[in-house]
Nanobody, 115 residues
């Protein structure tokens, strides 16, 4: 079993920045792909970005150039730095750890981008 605990999030003005972290514990290792998803009201959960154990990254087109995902395998922690935030980035953000058929989720943290 894997537990994911997120921290960060909150209210920010358009153009602002936020940084998340997600600490994994339990039966986790660097082979897991770690990612961030988000779900806005009335919409399906979508992939924001992901990073493999080897550091290969993947971003949704809507966040390319604004968001950066990174990980520290020694600490089993993944980070998400979000810059140039827009109102459409408002959502609940979820950390995910995935390997083979196993997929684990964090509790979610709210991000609101509003003036």
């Amino acid at each position: 079993q894997v537990q994911l605990v997120e921290s960060g999030g909150g209210l920010v003005q358009p153009g602002g920045s936020l940084r998340f972290s997600c600490a994994a514990s339990g039966r986790i290792s660097s082979i897991y792909t770690m990612g961030w998803y988000r779900q806005a009201p009335g919409k399906q959960r979508e992939l924001v970005c992901a990073i493999t154990g080897g550091g290969r990254t993947n971003y949704a087109d809507s966040v390319k150039g604004r968001f950066t995902i990174s990980r520290d395998n020694a600490k089993n922690t993944v980070y998400l730095e979000m810059n140039s935030l827009r109102p459409e980035d408002t959502a609940v953000y979820y950390c995910n750890a995935k390997w083979a058929t196993m997929s684990y989720w964090g509790q979610g943290t709210q991000v609101t981008v509003s003036s």
